[in-house]
């Protein structure tokens, strides 16, 4: 009979023989630290003030050059987002024109069940200033990892490690030296980040200390540093949330599946041992 | 085990005229069935619109001297390369022994034109585009599983068995080129 | 399928009127309920069970997200996002869906290791074992077209990697490539038709999962001691003693689904099929899902010309080492079936496992990773060629030169020697003798 410890010990043999290879698997980029976010783990939630700063310094810093096509104002207003309230939504919203041809004019006010208007940029424009046309927020933070090298990621099945995006983007917005380290060759327009691969990035350092004011804390809220540290956590945060708006809801209806799972299997471990229990 | 049908029975004896029509009906069904699929089969190929993309004009005057552009020609990437003095050297100093796919870099190239290098940037390997000015030998390396090519789109290195390919293309003046 | 007698006796007028005309519940008493299964299965043998379940999932959450999916190549990738976004409960069936394959292919490989251990494919049992080699075809083929329609980076360079594959066929592979395409590049014609095909995929499975039943059925289970049932004493009832026990296995067996598809759904993905497809743009690295790295390891490995150029032996490569298993029922020359049995092979078998995960590691390194002083290209030709010479030579030359240990003469010999033996099942119903 095949002993389950055979195939694991099978297992932990083949990865280790390969470990060697993947010590060297050239990441010469700075290494990524993990930052404590409020939402990773099976127990994380998002923090909303967290989320409306981050949402804020999308506004007034990502915004203008990066778009976020499938972010609908009416989403900022949705229970585990930032949870504007509904008026709030309905000013911002009324705050942009959207292009609408069957209007007169063609364009109107955008209406809380519109998408994000874009940049107001086009994409030539902005890929003449930059090189590229610079991505769209709408999955950003899925869409960068950090690399855990051999053999801890397979750690991260078992912790359900999902936060490389938030992680990568908080260490590139900290990531930019002037002047660059020795003998770090950078293009002219390039700025260098020790995060982003082959150093030579297109965007300017988006964050300065102070860039952008935010509210007054409600009350009893904490007033935070207006740092680019905080800044970029908080922009982080909000651009995990926009990748995954549900993965809240989705982790505590998890745990409700796990706990009906458990008990279940409960129970059917007893229905099988009953009826063998006539054969043996 | 000689099952009871009329037609075993006509098979065992010398087949006669009567069996004739036995095999003209299955023939003719044959040709039937390979008449309907072949039509359904081939509205899988590409359609009138895809084909229609067959040719590309490009304006090449704006391409300095060791810089490319990627230009697209029927849903693929093409190179188009400026290539410097050292490098059209360094191609043509490789001795054809060296090569996996033999071929001289005065055949990559239009005469007159050898500084322009005009290639399907599609790896012969499965299909990645490589990237340019990388690679052990100047020339291009395709990130997907390592192949490399020299400065005149060979390969040397590396799964991918063929030269990056050469699409046909003609010069209209000396500034544009005509892909297809 | 198997003649044993059946047991059931219409009890109301209804049933009598039914089982006159369409006996189909007298077929499924007999087939899904009293089929005799041997008494000593392991949880090994639930797997089966759990992939029958795990196909039906993968059926229902994909006709629920076929309605909200766009095979477009401008709104494919939106629309896949907005089914997270905006569709009621789209945040769970999208992941589960996405989970559920990597799950599936978790247990379609212990179900065919399982049964290279036990020697489940030798006779009477070819067909069956056949009949599962085009399921593990046909699983592959409906992956990878699954793959390509959230329509990102990974799932757009996998098209173009994988069509290509049938342009290293000479003479005709350009022409077949376009054929497969519709195109001359992987565009939207390749995507609306993929989509039309990884819906129709899985019930063509669904026909062959029936069709490997019922191989199984005549025959009846092969067991963990490889001797055939020889009286009643052998066997239960599939149910209720094999219908609980996999329903329990399956139970356990949605926690770790449960666990990544609602803690972790991406985790098992590539985060650059986060990015819309750009036919201009190659990802630096270039990697299939997990469970097709062994066989893309297999295909990379070769990358040198031997006769043949290198890219059509990188296919031969690969296309070998799937259809090798049609053969492994006439390769594997021993008369013993159980790998319990056979001291020499085990240690073969497990090196064989060893070397799939080693494959399935280096699939997802760089050719130039290095290993040691050499790199993984150079070290995974190694192993391609131990994947080969385990079936072409270890399995037909072991036959001959191995003493098995001694076979116990019937399952219940062996379970009262063994008391740990007796548990497991298959889906599927044998016969008695």
């Known amino acids: 009979m095949i002993k389950l410890s055979t195939i694991i010990a099978a297992a932990v043999l083949g990865l280790g023989l390969a470990a060697p290879a993947i010590a060297q698997e050239g990441h010469e980029s700075a290494t990524i630290q993990r930052q404590s976010w409020s939402f990773s783990g099976p127990f994380g939630k998002f923090d ?23 972010l609908a104002f009416r989403n900022l207003e949705e229970e585990g987002g930032p949870s504007f309230t509904e008026g709030q939504v309905k000013a911002l ?10 209007v007169e004019g063609g364009t109107r006010k955008a209406l809380p069940s519109d998408r994000w208007p874009g940049t107001g940029q086009s994409d030539a424009d902005l890929k003449a200033a930059f090189g590229i046309v610079p991505p769209d927020f709408s999955v950003i933070a899925k869409a960068r990892s950090v690399a855990t090298p051999t053999p801890w990621w397979i750690l991260n099945y078992f912790t359900g490690y999902s936060e490389g995006g938030p992680d990568y983007i908080h260490a590139l917005l900290n990531g930019y030296q002037d002047p660059p380290p020795e003998g770090a060759e950078i293009p002219e327009g390039k700025y260098y980040n020790a995060v982003f691969p082959g150093h030579a990035i297109g965007m300017p350092p988006p964050l300065s200390d102070g860039a952008v004011t935010y509210a007054e804390p409600a009350e009893g809220g904490v007033a935070v540093p207006l740092t680019v540290e905080q800044y970029s956590e908080d922009v982080s945060a909000f651009l995990m949330w926009l990748a995954d708006p549900h993965q809240v ?32 | 085990m000689a099952t009871d049908s009329p037609l075993a029975h006509q098979d065992m004896p010398k087949a006669t005229r009567r069996d004739f029509i036995y095999v003209a009906g299955v023939a003719v069904g044959a040709v039937g069935v390979a008449g309907v699929a072949w039509p359904v089969i081939n509205t899988m190929n590409p359609d009138q619109s895809v084909l229609a993309l067959s040719s590309t004009e490009v304006d090449i005057s704006g391409i300095a001297e060791g810089s490319a552009v990627t230009v697209v020609w029927r849903g693929s990437p093409v190179f188009i390369r400026h290539r410097t003095q050292a490098e059209i050297e360094e191609a043509r100093a490789v001795p054809m022994a060296d ?49 490399q090519y020299d400065t005149s789109g060979r390969i040397r290195k590396g799964p991918a068995p063929k030269n990056l390919v050469v699409p046909p293309y003609t010069f209209l003046s000396d500034t544009a080129i005509q892909i297809g | 399928m198997a003649g044993h007698e059946s047991s059931y006796n219409p009890t109301n007028v209804v049933e009598k009127w039914l089982d006159d005309r369409l006996p189909i519940i007298r077929w499924s008493k007999v087939h899904l309920m009293d089929y005799p299964t041997p008494k000593n299965l392991n949880y090994w043998w639930t797997f089966g069970a759990i992939l029958v379940i795990m196909l039906v999932s993968q059926i229902v959450t994909g006709i629920v997200l076929a309605m909200h999916f766009t095979p477009q190549v401008n709104l494919a990738f939106d629309s896949v996002q907005l089914i997270r976004r905006d569709v009621n409960g789209g945040s769970i069936i999208q992941p589960l869906h996405a989970v559920g394959a990597s799950m599936f292919f978790f247990a379609l490989y212990i179900h065919i290791f399982r049964g290279l251990y036990f020697g489940s494919y030798k006779a009477p049992r070819e067909v069956l074992w056949i009949l599962g080699v085009i399921i593990f075809l046909l699983s592959m083929a409906t992956a990878f077209m699954g793959y390509v329609l959230p329509w990102g980076q990974m799932s757009y360079w996998a098209a173009a990697v994988i069509t290509n594959i049938f ?7 350009d022409p077949i490539l376009q054929l497969l395409r519709g195109g001359f590049a992987v565009d939207n014609p390749t995507l609306n038709r993929f989509f039309t095909l990884h819906y129709l995929l899985p019930f063509i499975i669904a026909a062959v999962v029936a069709l490997h039943i019922w191989a199984l059925h005549v025959p009846g289970n092969n067991n963990p001691i490889g001797v055939e049932v020889k009286s009643e004493r052998d066997t239960v009832a599939f149910h209720p003693y094999y219908t609980m026990k996999d329903f329990f296995a399956f139970v356990v067996f949605c926690i770790p689904f449960a666990w990544f598809a609602f803690f972790a759904p991406d985790i098992l993905g590539h985060p650059d099929n986060f990015i819309q497809a750009n036919p201009l743009v190659t990802p630096p690295h270039i990697v299939p899902e997990w469970y097709f790295l062994p066989f893309y390891a297999i295909l990379r490995a070769i990358d040198f010309n031997f006769i043949l150029d290198s890219k059509l032996l990188g296919v031969i490569a690969f296309g070998g080492s799937i259809l090798i298993l049609f053969f492994v029922p006439w390769l594997d020359t021993s008369k013993v079936r159980s790998g319990t049995f056979r001291p020499a092979f085990k240690w073969f078998y497990w090196l064989f496992v060893l070397n799939f995960l080693i494959l399935m590691y280096f699939g997802a390194q760089t050719p130039d990773t290095p290993v040691g002083p050499w790199t993984v290209a150079d070290v995974s030709k190694l192993n391609v060629v131990y994947y080969f010479a385990y079936f072409i030579v270890i399995l037909p030359l072991l036959g001959r030169f191995e ?31």
């Open chain 1, 93 to 102: 919203a009324a705050e942009y024109t959207v292009n609408d041809p069957t």
């Open chain 2, 99 to 147: 090569l996996k796919d033999p071929q001289a870099d005065q055949d990559r190239v239009q005469e007159g034109h050898e500084q322009w290098l005009v290639m399907i940037a599609l790896c012969t390997h499965l299909g990645c585009i490589p990237v340019g000015e990388s690679g052990e030998y100047d020339g291009w390396f395709c990130p997907c599983h390592g192949s």
């Open chain 3, 403 to 433: 003493r098995p240990r001694p076979l116990p003469s019937s399952i219940s010999e062996a379970v009262l020697t063994e008391p740990i033996a007796v548990s497991g099942a298959d889906p599927a119903m044998p016969t008695a003798r």
């Open chain 1, 249 to 280: 809801a989705r982790k505590e209806a998890g745990f409700r599946v796990l706990l009906f799972i458990l008990l279940f299997a409960g129970i059917m471990y007893g229905v099988k041992n009953r009826l063998w229990s006539r054969i043996h």
């Open chain 1, 48 to 70: 909303e003030n967290q989320l409306q700063r981050g949402f804020q310094v999308f506004r007034e810093v990502c915004a203008g050059c990066h778009s976020a096509r499938l």
């Open chain 3, 167 to 173: 342009a290293a066929i000479p003479i005709v592979g």
